[in-house]
């Protein structure tokens, strides 16, 4: 009888230190959790605090960006004595023909030299910088309104300058203009990379590619599910002719 008593304390005592020590062990447990649940919260803190600071970046970029003008299509070698400057200024004047209020004035001009190597390419892009930006809108309407030019058989197209992220923005939102005819939809693209659209006389702006997207997604569901709506039943007289 002592032996079985002694027994079961001895099996009670061993309990015990094996809940005690699942006990310790669910505690470091709860510990490590908070602490990692911390540690996410930093990290989704961080990551949308980063994003902004891109954001930021980006539009500093543009900003800088403002009052240059991408030339693409000029053939190598076509200005004098590497006068690029002297070389746009003829082209704008004769291409464009715009009168401007005070004469042309450049910070600077220079073609950009690409990675790829020059002797596969017809052209580099020349890239230009102005002095004051409401020359730089007039030469980017009368480029829009008129397309590209033709130089000598080469084709001339003449862009604004912006960052990587808002060109590739801009891209994605230029796609979209297939889906936004499709619904007859008004469209403008703003710089640097917003959309506006207007529908039934209601005016929407967009600055994310993907939240306009969305809005046609709805469009095509919403004409999906009207198309399958099957039409209301005709009642018939019982006495009428079939």
Sequence with gaps: MDVKVSDRATEMKTIRMDLNSFHTKVEILDKRTIFLEEKLDN??????????????????????????????????????????????????????????????EYQRAHRIRLRTSTSTLES?????????????????????????????????????????ETNAKRKAFLQLR???????????LLEPATMWITMD????????????????????????????TPPPLIKTSMNSPL
């Design 178 to 188: 297939p889906r936004l005819h499709k619904w007859d939809i008004k469209y403008g």
């Design 201 to 228: 006389g209601k005016s929407r702006e967009y600055t994310e590619p993907e939240d306009l997207v969305r809005f046609l997604d709805s469009l095509d569901d919403q004409h999906m599910d009207s198309t399958l």
């Design 124 to 164: 580099t892009p020349i890239i230009a910088c102005l002095l004051r930006h409401e020359q730089v809108l007039q030469i980017l309407t009368a480029a829009r309104k008129h397309g590209p030019y033709d130089l000598e058989g080469h084709k001339v197209f003449i862009a604004a300058d912006f960052s990587t």
């Design 43 to 104: 990290v989704e803190y961080w990551g949308t605090d980063i994003w902004h600071l891109k954001q930021k970046v980006i539009d500093l970029e543009d900003r800088a960006q403002r009052n240059n003008i991408c030339f693409y299509g000029i053939p190598e070698k076509m200005e004098v004595n590497n006068d690029v400057k002297n070389l746009l200024l003829t082209l704008i004047l004769w291409l464009l023909n715009i009168s401007f209020e005070h004469s042309l």
